[in-house]
């Protein structure tokens, strides 16, 4: 199984990024997908996550849009009105979908990628 993150980068304060997460090796659809981000010095934080619904941590509500492609095995994630505060290394991760109760804990997901940086700048 892999998890593949790309599309961060650096970018000002109120720019969009566009992160993508491709997988391969798992039936993609029985999976929850998640987005996590760890900044430094601060532990990882869930960001969102999508089954057959969504769900946002409040700070990215409005901002953030999570969505998944399951023709494409993709998950990606929409970020608008970006801040400073939302720089982290984001990665994507799955999660068998018999554990969905738990989604929003790191130790339920199975697969981890392996994170892609996004800094914004002031």
């Known amino acids: 199984v892999q998890l593949q993150a790309f599309g961060g980068g650096l970018v000002q304060a109120g720019g969009s990024l566009r992160l993508s997460c491709a997988t391969s090796?798992?039936?993609?659809?029985?999976?929850?997908m998640g987005w996590f981000r760890q900044a430094p010095g601060k532990e990882r934080e869930l960001v969102a996550t999508i089954n057959r619904g969504t769900y946002y941590v409040d700070s990215v509500k409005g901002r953030f849009t999570i969505s998944r492609d399951n023709a494409e095995n993709t998950v990606y994630l929409q970020m608008n009105s970006l801040k400073p505060d939302d720089t982290a290394v984001y990665s994507c991760a799955a999660a068998s979908r018999s554990r969905v109760g738990a989604a929003l804990i790191a130790p339920t997901y199975d697969y981890w990628g392996q994170g892609t940086q996004v800094t914004v700048s002031s």
């Open positions: 090796g798992l039936t993609f659809s029985n999976y929850v």
